[in-house]
């Protein structure tokens, strides 16, 4: 009598509960994906209300999304426009050197606004999920970097499963993945990316870039995935960037279920500890 009785109440329990743990699943999934499908809005007359409330809650956002992707669409252009203009006129410039400086300070300009719009608009919320080999896009995205890098060729290297099948955004996740091994080449002279599979299925996958650089003060791991925030005076690109390359990384990173971490290595130099949903 007392098992049936324990039985039924953890019958009960669960069917109480099912609604709660659907709505829950439900927020995870649109926090993963602006364009997740509704909530079915069925059940009880409660259940449903609050299932079309959360549906109405998330086309509110979707459309807040998409109004911000086009009011930025919009501002990029305009900002474009006189930096064009500015560079048109630089190229007549009589003065090779100061022509140089100028086309230099443009460039500058024009990759800090490419890239405060990219933070800001958040591309990688509307692109949608697919099944992405994680170990052949580290590979590609390593083998660009060598490329672009040559110099450093010999200190940028792989360690990992030939292949590891996710879900993710493959643009996005490329992206975050250039972030982090552009940034160990840029202040650690060397990109050694190692991938790690899953330990058991629902366990993340993990990945870690490290470089040979002096590292940073503890103080600063976290403030420097703060936007426009750099630990060097310079605003040159090819010294302080435009202090969004890591904030960008979090954020793909975190819209994916995952995150990132920055830590100093014990024998000197820095890792970036990202995990992603295996």
Not at 67 to 80: E, S, V, W, Y
Request: charged share 25%; with cysteine.
């Amino acid at each position: 009598m007392t098992l049936a009785a324990g039985l039924l109440i953890l019958w009960a329990v669960r069917r109480l509960t099912r609604p709660v743990r659907a709505l829950a699943e439900a927020a995870e999934r649109l926090g993963r994906d602006v364009n997740a499908p509704p909530m079915p809005e069925a059940g009880p007359t409660e259940v449903a209300k609050a299932a079309h409330a959360f549906n109405t809650m998330a086309e509110r956002i979707r459309r807040f999304v998409g109004d911000r992707t086009q009011m930025l669409a919009a501002i990029g252009h305009d900002l474009r426009t006189p930096i064009t203009r500015l560079r048109l006129r630089a190229e007549f410039m009589d003065d090779d050197e100061q022509r140089r400086k100028m086309l230099s300070d443009l460039d500058e300009m024009e990759a800090m606004v490419a890239a405060t719009l990219a933070f800001a608009r958040d591309d990688s919320a509307g692109e949608p999920t697919a099944p992405l080999d994680l170990a052949a896009l580290c590979r590609t995205v390593l083998d660009e970097a060598a490329d672009a890098r040559p110099d450093l060729a010999e200190a940028i290297g792989y360690e990992g499963p030939e292949r590891l099948v996710v879900q993710a955004r493959p643009v996005a996740l490329k992206r975050a993945l250039a972030n982090l091994i552009g940034n160990a080449l840029a202040y650690g002279g060397a990109a050694r990316l190692v991938l790690t599979a899953p330990e058991a299925p629902g366990r993340p996958v993990r990945l870690a870039v490290e470089d040979n650089g002096p590292g940073i003060p503890p103080e600063s791991l976290e403030a420097v995935f703060q936007p426009f925030r750099r630990l060097e005076a310079s605003r040159n690109r090819e010294t302080g960037g435009t202090g969004l390359g890591l904030p960008i990384a979090r954020n793909i990173l975190r819209a994916h279920g995952g995150d990132v971490v920055l830590r100093n290595r014990p024998g000197g130099g820095l890792v970036a500890l990202a995990n992603l949903p295996g």
